[in-house]
T-cell receptor, first 113, second 113 residues
């Protein structure tokens, strides 16, 4: 059974204070690892897809990295508008077309001005 | 470009009543997913369709839940009869053929009294 564990559950940072969120996963065969951002009362918003160990992707103040067992979402010099819940998810190979995602429970990030 | 559309956005009903949630995927997307989000369990896959055909419904919690996709632009998730433990936010997501990224709608918040 695919599993995704995110840590910490909640994180409070000062504006400009860089940090990292962790996502540990076990999956039979990784097709892709995904990061989403979710604001209160809204659906998850797609951020990144990572496919293989060693891969990195960046978007503004966010950088996602991937190893064989975990992924990190690095937040550099965050701003209050980066406050949200960040979700990690994995998709396994099934030999067919699109498949569902297995999500972690998320990290609730608060950036204080 | 319209995203995934869900209706209603909020639904309050009484135990025992039938509930129907609706989803319109992004135009041209051929895979559609239904997820449920609760505080306790996070985001969980219920069922997904490829080219309007149900592929995996192993996440549907009970026979009270059913889903249909009569055409490429419309899907329904029905709960009959509803119970208080069905209270959650239900999300619909869609993806494009050959791509792994899923794009989520705004969700339907269901409250069963």
């Amino acid at each position: 059974e695919d599993q995704v564990t995110q840590s910490p559950e909640a994180l409070r940072l000062q504006e400009g204070e860089s940090s990292s969120l962790n996502c540990s996963y076990t999956v039979s065969g990784l097709r892709g690892l995904f990061w989403y951002r979710q604001d209160p009362g809204k659906g998850p918003e797609f951020l990144f897809t990572l496919y293989s160990a060693g891969e990195e992707k960046e978007k503004e103040r966010l950088k996602a990295t991937l190893t064989k067992k975990e992924s990190f979402l690095h937040i550099t010099a965050p701003k209050p508008e980066d406050s949200a819940t960040y979700l990690c998810a994995v998709q396994a190979y099934s030999g067919g077309g699109a498949d569902g995602l297995t999500f972690g429970k998320g990290t609730h990030l608060i950036i204080q001005p | 470009d319209a995203g995934v559309i869900q209706s209603p956005r909020h639904e309050v009903t009484e135990m025992g009543q039938e509930v129907t949630l609706r989803c319109k995927p992004i135009s041209g997307h051929n895979s559609l997913f239904w997820y449920r989000q609760t505080m306790m369990r996070g985001l969980e896959l219920l069922i997904y369709f490829n080219n309007n055909v149900p592929i995996d419904d192993s996440g549907m919690p009970e026979d009270r839940f059913s889903a249909k996709m009569p055409n490429a632009s419309f899907s329904t998730l029905k709960i009959q009869p509803s119970e208080p433990r069905d209270s959650a936010v239900y999300f619909c997501a869609s993806s494009l053929a050959g791509r792994v990224e899923q794009f989520f709608g705004p969700g339907t918040r269901l409250t069963v009294l």
